[in-house]
């Protein structure tokens, strides 16, 4: 049974504050793993999620500036936490608080985890004026 539930909107999705999302990507950014949350809130299957780019879940409205700091801590600084709003597979949305960190694997290789929790209102607020500055000025 899940727990993920719509908002009044019925647009926007949410998740319990004591689970977690989670997946891990090759250094391309290609899926290699997601746990179940991940899966049910996106809205899609295990296996129409591995071996796909990570930006299956990307949402218009997301700056592409934000993926450029992602991805240039996790290669410089081996980390990024940030917000980051979804699309789930039925063109509905969830926020996230995202934290990405560098791994490497038992054969010397880079992979990219990020674990998300529930990310606070007031989180959300700060970010939706400063996304769609962003986003009006690409
Ligand atoms: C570990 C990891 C997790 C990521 N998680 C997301 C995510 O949840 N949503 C998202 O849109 N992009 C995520 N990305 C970034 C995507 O790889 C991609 O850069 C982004 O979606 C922009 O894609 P585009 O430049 O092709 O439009 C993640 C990347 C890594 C390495």
């Keep these: 049974m899940s727990d993920i539930y719509q908002g009044e909107g ?5 998740f319990p ?5 989670l997946s891990e990507t090759d250094d391309k950014g290609i899926i290699i793993y997601a746990n179940q949350m991940f899966c049910e809130l996106a809205g899609y299957e295990l296996d129409e999620l591995i071996g796909e780019p990570h930006n299956i879940v990307r949402h218009p ?10 991805w240039d801590d996790i290669q410089s600084k081996g980390f990024w936490t940030g917000i ?9 949305y969830y ?15 880079y992979t990219y ?16 004026p400063l996304y769609t500055d962003l ?3 690409e």
Excluded at 10 to 14: A, H, N, S
Excluded at 61 to 70: C, E, S, T, V
């Design 61 to 70: 409205d997301m700056p592409r500036i934000a993926f450029k700091g992602l």
């Design 17 to 21: 504050e004591d689970s977690y999302i």
């Design 10 to 14: 019925r647009d926007e999705w949410f």
């Design 113 to 128: 985890l990020s674990i998300r929790r529930v990310p606070k209102k007031s989180e959300i607020e700060a970010c939706i």
């Design 135 to 137: 986003k009006s000025k």
């Design 95 to 109: 926020w996230v608080h995202a934290t990405a960190l560098r791994r490497i694997d038992s054969n010397g290789n």
């Design 84 to 92: 980051v709003k979804n699309r789930r597979k039925d063109r509905g």
